[in-house]
Structure formats: structure tokens, C-alpha cells
């Protein structure tokens, strides 16, 4: 799924259509991630990821298939968990229905 169709859904089932994609320098996600509690180390670890992934190299091994993926779409994962978690209406996954 791409990126801006995520900020897509999520904007629209949060009520604020002006939400838009923000992707940070690498260094300035490790600085947070460190200033959030997460040892240098591991926050270090957490970037090399994300590079290998935005690089391509890090992919999934099988693509998606009813097998190994929730019957849940993102955009009833939004409506029923995302968008009552974000106005503090929280329900777990389960008391909402949704498969995970």
C-alpha cells in the first residue's frame, strides 16, 4: 500500500483532510527515537531498517495472500480501530470485530 494513499485513508477517517505525508531525515528520526527512551543502539538499528526498506533491500519473502494476511481492508482497520483510538474511543481489535 502506498504511502500517500495511507495518509489518504487516515486522513479521511480522522476527519482532517489536510493531513499529508512527512518523511524526516534519518538522523532527526534517531535523535527522537533516542529522546523517546530507546537506547542509541537500538535507535540505531531502527534506521538501518527503515533504510534497508526504503532502499528495497529489505523485503517481504512471499507476497500477500489470503493465507498469511487479515481479511481486516486498512480502510475498515481505520473506521472501526484507527479513528475511535484517535478520538479516545478506544476498543480493542476484538470488542470492534475486526480480524487481526
Known sequence: MRKLRVVSEVARGIGKPDLRYEQFPY?????VLTQ??????GAALYIEMYK????????PQEPR??????????EQFVHDV???AYDGNVATASESGVEM
Not at 36 to 41: R, T
Not at 52 to 59: D, R, Y
Open 82 to 84: 484507527f479513528a475511535p
Open 65 to 74: 495472500s489470503p493465507e498469511n494476511s487479515t481479511p481486516t481492508s486498512f
Open 27 to 31: 538522523d532527526q528520526v534517531q535523535q
Open 52 to 59: 534497508a526498506i526504503n532502499a528495497g533491500v529489505l523485503v
Open 36 to 41: 523517546m527512551g530507546i537506547p542509541p543502539k
